[in-house]
């Protein structure tokens, strides 16, 4: 994940965009789309949370072979339509990541892996 992306090259030099930067704006256009609860980052986020760490990029993958892939796992509030909000994730990162980078975004893999139950009533 340490690997720089080679995005363009000038007369002036090159510009490398490195993939925390992708998660990083992938990240902020997720947390925008209502219904999105967090970003999960699984085994390891879960302990960086335990000992008060913060990881801005868990629950987010960049994979760069021939072509710009994006994985996330999200929880979702209950009551939303999952195939929906999913939909409207992979195309707010995609436009987000394509506009400010103008790398091709090729594939975006969204995973659900929780969905939020509303708090039990007190009545």
Not at 5 to 27: M, R, S
Not at 28 to 39: F, L, Q
Not at 50 to 56: S, V
């Amino acid at each position: 994940m340490s690997e720089i992306i080679n995005f363009n090259e000038t007369n002036l030099g090159t510009v490398e965009i490195a993939p925390e930067v992708i998660q990083l704006i992938a990240g902020i256009a997720t947390s925008e789309v209502a219904g999105v609860v967090s970003i999960n980052g699984g085994v390891v986020s879960d302990l960086n949370q335990l000992f008060r760490r913060k990881n801005i990029y868990r629950g987010i993958a960049v994979h760069l072979n021939d072509e710009l892939k994006i994985e996330m796992s999200i929880t979702v509030e209950y009551g939303n339509r999952i195939p929906d909000l999913a939909r409207e994730v992979q195309e707010k990162v995609k436009n987000a990541v394509e506009s400010m980078t103008g790398l091709q975004v090729e594939q975006i893999l969204v995973r659900v892996e929780g969905v939020r139950l509303p708090p039990e009533s007190t009545e």
